[in-house]
């Protein structure tokens, strides 16, 4: 070796080393992506066999999988769980609805010195139309103030003005309409402003959080479907399979620019849907089940989702994790990976699951309560507020008082009577009961007149 190669060898040493320390030194970057309307049962990792989603098993079986992770029924009540970290029960207002008044994780992670960008869907700052309780229109919150340095969102304003998410689609980047979108697909228009957005910042710390539009209906070609150049505008339940895949697609090129920039091993990505899978997207899993989408409803097709955390060098590889989880504890678990103490004078209602991240035992509640009230809300009239709590095993609901086993009974067709419970169920719905008379109200529910009840 001359001593010319020498020296170049001993100044790349030199400076993958102090290369490496700073990185060390530096806070993790974090992708928060949550998937629309997107149940457990459409991903390969998770038994599915429907749909191939070869990223996000890789990122699975490279990272870490939760397979007890749940959300609420519909999109805004997870939406506004998961930004706020607060049940439903101190901060909901109406659907499609963000409270003004309340600070989001765009917020504290942009106080905390990251680099914040969103880009996706919004959908809360107005939703009724013009005819149904137009008080509530434009009463939410805008993205201009959602903590957020910068925005690239589809649905920012009025439902009627929201245009196509998908082909040909209306977004509004920091303020101002883009244009010149038709042909163009929105998902991928949403990706590449994330990419360019890591790009521009890969040197400091970042916060993405990137409200996917997919796979949420209309059902429609995407760039991968044949018919895209011709028939991008048709709409047919038979394009949900295409729009998982693409889905799929987007979060590996999310990925891949990671490891372009030379960040990936400090970013961590944390995949998760806000709801169950639409109804008419029937999936097949490898032990033979048929799983109906149960987006709306109350059991476990509308509430247990995907949840993945990659972080290279950082989770453990391969790692499933048992533990009950929702929307609530991802925000603490961000804040503990980067250092950022809660804020004092807010009320969180989540754990931090980092540990079990980790690949350690950690410790975590045993129970997961929700609150689930669409109302009120244009097309939302036959839902209701419904509370309940679920254990591994159990689950109660406060308003038929019902308990289920549903290990044995998973669609909730035959309720325990009392009367004929066993020990174990006894014991079951004293524990759970605890859990719902710990939890409060602090809004007045919606109600429905008269004429919407018949």
């Known amino acids: 070796m001359t001593r010319l190669h020498r020296e170049n060898s001993i100044f790349l040493l030199i400076f993958s080393l102090t290369a490496s320390l700073l990185m060390a030194d530096r806070k993790p970057n974090v992708v928060l992506i949550m998937a629309d309307d997107l149940g457990y049962e459409t991903l390969g990792c998770y038994g599915g066999i429907t749909y191939k989603t070869p990223v996000l098993d890789r990122l699975a ?16 009540p997870t939406r506004v769980s998961l930004m706020t970290g607060k049940y439903n029960w101190r901060n909901w207002k109406a659907f499609g609805i963000l409270d003004p008044e309340e600070k989001t994780f765009g917020h504290w992670m942009t106080e905390a010195g990251y680099r914040t960008c969103i880009a996706g869907k ?14 509530w229109r434009g009463t939410g919150q805008t993205p201009e103030d959602s903590g957020f340095e910068e925005y690239f969102l589809w649905h920012t304003e009025h439902t009627e003005d929201k245009g196509s998410r998908f082909p040909d689609p209306r977004i509004q980047s920091n303020g101002t309409y883009i244009e010149n979108t038709e042909g163009k697909y929105g998902p991928d228009l949403f990706v590449e402003y994330i990419n360019d957005f890591m790009t521009r910042n890969k040197n400091e710390p970042f916060f993405v959080y990137y409200p996917m ?13 044949p018919e895209w150049p011709d028939r991008r505008h048709e709409q047919n339940p038979r394009y949900f399979k295409d729009m998982v895949e693409y889905m799929d697609t987007l979060v590996g090129r999310i990925e891949s620019k990671t490891k372009e920039l030379g960040i990936a091993e400090n970013t961590i990505i944390i995949f998760y849907s806000d709801n169950g899978s639409p109804w008419r997207a029937i999936s097949e899993m490898n032990d033979g089940r048929i799983v109906p989408g149960g987006k709306g409803d109350t059991n476990l097709r509308g509430t247990h989702v995907p949840l993945i955390v990659s972080w290279p060098g950082h989770a453990a590889k391969g790692h499933a994790v048992e533990d009950l989880v929702d929307c609530n504890d991802i925000l603490p678990t961000i804040f503990e990976a980067c250092g950022i103490e809660l804020p004092e004078d807010e009320v969180f209602d989540g754990e931090s699951v980092l540990a079990q991240i980790k690949g350690q035992e950690g410790e975590h509640r045993d129970w997961l309560f929700f609150h689930h009230d669409p109302l009120p809300g244009n097309g939302k009239t036959s839902f209701t507020l419904q509370r309940w709590a679920i254990d591994k095993r159990w689950k109660l609901s406060e308003q038929t008082e019902e308990l289920f086993d549903l290990l044995a009974d998973p669609e909730e067709l035959n309720p325990i009577e009392p009367e004929t419970a066993s020990r174990e169920a006894k014991a079951a719905r004293k524990k759970l009961q605890a859990v719902i008379d710990s939890m409060g109200m602090e809004y007045e529910p919606w109600i429905r007149p008269v004429e919407w009840t018949r």
């Open 61 to 76: 079986a490279e990272g870490v999988r939760f397979d007890n992770a749940h959300a609420l029924p519909l999109c805004t």
């Open 213 to 225: 539009a997919l796979t949420h209906d209309p059902f429609q070609p995407t760039p991968d479907s």
């Open 122 to 135: 919004w959908q809360l700052a107005s939703y009724n139309t013009p005819d149904f309780l137009p008080e």
